[in-house]
């Protein structure tokens, strides 16, 4: 499975703009760019997922590098129910599976 | 319906039960899975249902074995478990593997 790299953490303050970074320099060309969050003591969440153009739905916005190299997740306005781990995952092809990395804890402050 | 419901919510068990966990989803969701989460680790995971068949086996051992009787159930039963199987176990479901999972709130299971 290709590989994605995350900030460990990253901190957000209340109704600001947050950006959250993915590398991901091993995608192959069949791969969708997915993103899951997990908040505390519940399962994963899905969030947003996209191949190349940039996506945006109710709950987020996805940046997709041209080169597909890299992505960002934007949430417009963070809140305290933002607050969670948020996962980037490759997966794509005939790949039946998901399979998470370490994924960014992010902290909203009030 | 738009959930996965897990069953229990929590279960403590010894070394020598034999126990099952229960899944279910009445999306019409064609694909199913079982992850085990860690404290403070990312979801890992165990096993895949496509059609109802079993897809992918992560190279778990067979003290865990799961089931898919029909297309809204899953499930995973657990023989001689050790403790360190305690763990959160994470069902999902997606409607065909490519995206959109969605997950359940898990089990907690703590194995004495």
């Known amino acids: 499975d290709a590989k994605t790299t995350q900030p460990n953490s990253m901190e957000s303050n209340e109704e600001e703009p947050v950006h959250l970074p993915c590398n991901h320099s091993?995608?192959?060309?069949?791969?969708?760019i997915h993103w899951y969050r997990q908040l505390p003591s519940q399962g994963p969440e899905y969030v947003i997922h996209g191949l190349t153009s940039n996506v945006n739905n109710r709950m987020a916005s996805l940046a997709i590098a041209e080169d597909r190299k890299s992505s960002t997740l934007i949430l417009h306005r963070a809140t305290l129910r933002d607050a969670a781990v948020y996962y980037c995952i490759l997966s794509g092809g005939s790949n039946y599976k998901l399979t998470f990395g370490k994924g960014t804890l992010l902290t909203v402050n009030p | 319906d738009t959930e996965v419901t897990q069953t229990p919510k929590h279960l403590v068990m010894g070394m020598t039960n034999k126990k099952s966990l229960k899944c279910e989803q009445h999306m019409g969701h064609r694909a199913m899975y079982w992850y085990k989460q860690k404290a403070k680790k990312p979801p890992e995971l165990m096993f895949v249902?496509?059609?109802?068949?079993?897809?992918i086996n992560e190279s778990v051992p067979s003290r865990f074995s799961p089931e898919c009787p029909n297309s809204s159930l899953l499930n995973l039963h657990l023989h001689a478990l050790q403790p360190e199987d305690s763990a959160l176990y994470l069902c999902?479901?997606?409607?065909?593997?490519?995206?959109?999972?969605?997950f359940g709130s898990g089990t907690r299971l703590t194995v004495v």
């Open positions: 249902y496509s059609y109802e068949k079993l897809s």
């Open positions: 091993t995608i192959s060309g069949t791969d969708y």
């Open positions: 999902a479901s997606s409607p065909d593997g490519y995206y959109g999972y969605t």
